[in-house]
């Protein structure tokens, strides 16, 4: 279907739906959590976490039910173009024949279908809709501008920080030698990695070779990653599964050396930080969630995603820090089980979790990159018009792809660029869009539908009360964000 808005792909199993999604979520942003846990207190981090899931879970119902609006809407508009095009095909009859032709089209469009091959719901969810087309759909000018740059500030930032990590941890694991005390050497990007290479060309090397592995999955759909979706999750449970039962051994030896504080506002902040990145995944849910095959389950999902995800971030998050010692705990949790033997022994599993990030970003990378393609692709879409083959299979991939990977070749101290995509339009993705969506989709929808449809997958906060609850929520995020930003920049 090349030409097309977006395409469905092919139908998985709504199992095969809950990897995506755990894949999706479960990123970088778990590895750093132990650390903010040591920071903000074991208490106000289970207290902060515990909402924040709550947050992204009302946030994520409400992106399903937009898309679910939105289905509902294209269903109705088409129906409505053919009942235009069926009443002017019968022109060339006598006035007696059109009123007879035409009388059983006049009924309400919506209650056409329920009639000879059975029900059929308006709701159903068949149409890969965007989340830039459904902000087409159902905002105005300025409201689809401001999207579009939330949405591409962050995607871009997100490709970048990606295109960076993994060939960083790689330089790590190949130049440097992982013996007991190698996480203590601080390495600079003029020190050789081998023979006449520096870390700095190595980094490079390792991009490009990232670069051509994965760069061709842009080209294609999530649906292409699959089988390495599931890999990758089995690799991603082991290791998630090793650094939990290490910790636990050592903690069950009474050798853990972790004293966590119950409370320390001052961590508050980037613990807020690494709790956004830690359940983003609104932007991508329309191309996980359309080719679910049996979507009566969508509902049960996510709430099982959500509840695996926090018990995973809790359990890890804990037994890391009363394993170690708050100030030793490293900003990749993974750091602390490479370059500490008393901890794990054996060099080959040393290996796997230092290699654990790349297996974890390598994954998200195309998809993510599949949505943003998507999001262009509906930007310039016109109503009834299609894109050449080259536009549409080559000029937006390679847009999605090229400006990232620049990004990544030229620096890889992507601080700054992480603070802006995390803290503000991460925000507004997680938060702002998927409320002020559901919010406008059911106000688009009463004038076609009226009151009595009911969509079947509306979320379970369908009080307006929600809504604004969710914007004042993102207000002051971005307030406690703004305020970190300047604390940390006086301390400087």
């Known amino acids: 279907m090349a030409g097309g808005i977006t395409e469905t792909g092919e139908l998985y199993s709504?199992?095969?739906?809950?990897?995506?999604?755990?894949n999706l979520i479960v990123g970088t942003g778990a590895l750093?959590?132990?650390?903010?846990?040591?920071?903000?207190?074991?208490?106000?981090?289970?207290?902060?976490?515990?909402?924040?899931?709550?947050?992204?879970?009302?946030?994520?119902t409400f992106v399903i039910e937009a898309m679910?609006?939105?289905?509902?809407?294209?269903?109705?508009?088409?129906?409505?173009?053919?009942?235009?095009?069926?009443?002017?095909?019968?022109?060339?009859?006598?006035?007696?024949?059109v009123r007879g032709r035409s009388e059983p089209e006049t009924k309400p469009i919506l209650s056409v279908q329920r009639t000879g091959g059975g029900h059929v719901d308006h709701f159903d969810i068949v149409e890969r809709v965007e989340m830039g087309q459904m902000a087409s759909m159902f905002f105005n000018k300025v409201g689809v501008n401001m999207f579009y740059i939330c949405m591409v500030v962050y995607l871009y930032g997100d490709?970048?920080?990606?295109?960076?990590a993994v060939p960083i941890s790689l330089m790590e694991v190949a130049c440097g030698n992982h013996s007991c005390s190698a996480g203590s050497v601080k390495y600079d990007d003029t020190d050789l990695c081998w023979g006449p290479v520096t870390r700095k060309d190595a980094y490079k090397v390792f991009l490009s070779i990232f670069t051509v592995?994965?760069?061709?999955?842009?080209?294609?759909?999530?649906?292409?990653?699959?089988?390495?979706?599931?890999?990758?999750?089995?690799?991603?449970?082991?290791?998630?599964t090793m650094m939990i039962i290490l910790a636990l051994i050592r903690i069950g030896k009474d050798r853990g050396e972790g004293r966590p504080r119950m409370a320390q506002i001052?961590?508050?902040?980037?613990?807020?930080?690494?709790?956004?990145?830690?359940?983003?995944?609104?932007?991508?849910?329309?191309?996980?969630?359309?080719?679910?095959?049996?979507?009566?389950?969508?509902?049960?999902?996510?709430?099982?995603?959500?509840?695996?995800?926090?018990?995973?971030?809790?359990?890890?998050?804990?037994?890391?820090?009363?394993?170690?010692?708050?100030?030793?705990l490293h900003?990749?949790?993974?750091?602390?089980?490479?370059?500490?033997?008393?901890?794990?022994?054996?060099?080959?599993?040393?290996?796997?979790?230092?290699?654990?990030?790349?297996?974890?970003?390598?994954?998200?990378?195309?998809?993510?990159?599949?949505?943003?393609?998507?999001?262009?692709?509906?930007?310039?879409?016109?109503?009834?018009?299609t894109y050449?083959?080259?536009?549409?299979?080559?000029?937006f991939p390679l847009i999605t792809l090229v400006p990232p990977i620049i990004v990544a070749f030229c620096t890889h101290n992507l601080e700054s660029l992480v603070g802006i995509t995390g803290a503000y339009a991460g925000t507004g993705i997680q938060y702002v869009i998927p409320a002020l969506l559901v919010y406008y989709g059911r106000r688009h929808l009463v004038p076609m539908l009226g009151t009595d449809e009911v969509n079947k997958h509306r979320s379970p906060f369908r009080h307006t009360f929600w809504v604004w609850f969710v914007v004042v929520w993102a207000t002051f995020c971005l307030m406690f964000v703004t305020a970190n930003i300047i604390l940390e920049d006086t301390k400087k």
Not at 14 to 22: D, H, I, R, S
Not at 159 to 164: E, P, R, S
Not at 271 to 300: A, E, N, W
Not at 358 to 375: E, G, K
């Open 14 to 22: 709504p199992y095969v739906g809950l990897v995506y999604m755990f």
């Open 32 to 60: 750093t959590m132990p650390k903010a846990f040591a920071q903000a207190g074991w208490a106000v981090s289970l207290a902060l976490i515990s909402f924040l899931a709550f947050m992204s879970y009302m946030t994520t």
């Open 68 to 97: 679910a609006a939105a289905n509902a809407q294209l269903r109705w508009k088409r129906r409505e173009q053919e009942e235009v095009q069926d009443s002017d095909s019968t022109s060339d009859y006598s006035d007696d024949d």
């Open 159 to 164: 490709l970048a920080i990606y295109a960076a």
């Open 213 to 240: 592995m994965l760069g061709p999955f842009v080209f294609f759909d999530a649906q292409k990653t699959k089988y390495l979706q599931i890999l990758t999750s089995l690799m991603r449970w082991i290791a998630f």
């Open 266 to 328: 001052s961590g508050v902040p980037n613990l807020f930080g690494v709790c956004v990145y830690s359940f983003m995944c609104q932007h991508s849910l329309p191309s996980l969630v359309t080719p679910i095959s049996d979507k009566r389950r969508v509902g049960t999902l996510v709430v099982c995603d959500y509840v695996l995800i926090l018990g995973f971030y809790g359990l890890l998050s804990f037994t890391a820090i009363f394993c170690f010692d708050s100030s030793l």
């Open 331 to 385: 900003d990749m949790y993974t750091l602390n089980f490479t370059d500490n033997c008393d901890v794990l022994d054996i060099p080959a599993l040393r290996y796997f979790l230092g290699l654990f990030p790349v297996f974890t970003i390598s994954t998200n990378f195309p998809i993510i990159a599949v949505t943003l393609r998507n999001n262009w692709k509906t930007l310039f879409h016109r109503d009834g018009g």
């Open 388 to 395: 050449p083959w080259v536009v549409d299979r080559i000029v």
